[in-house]
């Protein structure tokens, strides 16, 4: 028995009339990665500038103490100068209380320089931060 079927098809049926469910859940799925992409960055950009704000205002006002602090070693170094110039030319009444004097402000002017050093070390970490910080 010969099977000698002229209308026999075994090609594979088309599928024609399926909706592709896996290419719309793929782009449902890339816009949504996106979506959040971009809200993640541009909040985390708000922060950023937020804080890059705070930190130049902080900043500022760092510098304004700074420079009074620099201001006042440069007075207490004059002081010392013309006290130490009074001593040597004997201009003075007691000279063992001058000296004394002399020796006070000369501590309190290192005292100043250290406080100005720490406060430099912490304007300078500031600015890296905000070096940090910026694009």
């Known amino acids: 028995m010969s099977d000698s079927d002229p209308n026999l098809d ?15 859940i793929l782009a449902v799925l890339a816009v ?9 960055y541009s909040s985390s950009s708000q922060k950023s500038t937020a804080q890059i704000t705070a930190l130049e205002k902080e900043l500022d006002a760092d510098s304004a103490a700074l420079q ?3 201001d006042k070693i440069l007075q207490l170094t004059q002081q010392l100068d013309k006290m130490k110039q009074d001593i040597l030319a004997e201009r003075v009444q007691d000279h063992k209380k001058a000296v004394a004097e002399y020796n006070k ?19 300078n970490q500031k600015v ?8």
Request: proline share 6%.
């Open 128 to 135: 890296s931060k905000l070096h940090e910080l910026q694009p």
């Open 10 to 24: 075994l090609s594979e049926e088309p599928a024609g009339s399926s909706f592709p469910w896996k290419n719309v």
């Open 32 to 40: 949504a990665f996106l979506a959040a992409f971009w809200i993640w």
């Open 105 to 123: 402000l000369a501590a309190q002017q290192r005292a100043e320089r250290e406080q100005y050093k720490a406060m430099a070390d912490q304007y």
């Open 68 to 70: 009074a602090e620099k």
